[in-house]
């Protein structure tokens, strides 16, 4: 299971940190992705960390304000989001990635690469 916690309300220019913990996978997941699905917009990859060598990938509307971390210890990554905008609402997922990677490139901002999902949580950005 993965569950998403602290999402929330919060003004433009604030921060928030998700979290997702990860427990009873049978197997070793390869990384953890985060998603978000703005109202009546298709999924969107924010941030991805592989489990070994911790190798990280942010989109370009986050990259510089989102920092995406890993627990090993507490089997859970967390999303630090700064300098949040209106443009950041939506509701937010983490995802695992327990299959055996393509070859070429990661695509880790493609949801079909991720077999294990969260039940989301919503942030909102308004004054």
């Known amino acids: 299971d993965l569950v998403e916690s602290g999402g929330g309300l919060v003004q433009p220019g604030g921060s928030l940190r998700l979290s997702c913990t990860i427990s009873?996978?049978?197997?070793?997941?390869?990384?953890i992705g985060w998603f978000r699905q703005a109202p009546g917009k298709g999924q969107e990859g924010v941030s991805c960390?592989?489990?070994?060598?911790?190798?990280?990938y942010y989109s370009d509307s986050v990259k510089g304000r989102f920092a995406i971390s890993i627990d090993n210890a507490r089997n859970t990554v967390y999303l630090e989001m700064n300098n949040l905008n209106p443009e950041d609402t939506g509701v937010y997922y983490c995802?695992?990635?327990?299959?055996?990677?393509?070859?070429?490139?990661?695509?880790?901002?493609?949801?079909?690469?991720?077999?294990?999902w969260g039940q989301g949580t919503q942030v909102t950005v308004s004054s």
């Open positions: 960390i592989t489990r070994i060598g911790n190798t990280i």
């Open positions: 009873g996978f049978r197997m070793d997941y390869h990384s």
């Open positions: 995802a695992a990635d327990t299959l055996a990677p393509p070859s070429g490139p990661y695509p880790w901002s493609d949801p079909v690469q991720f077999d294990y």
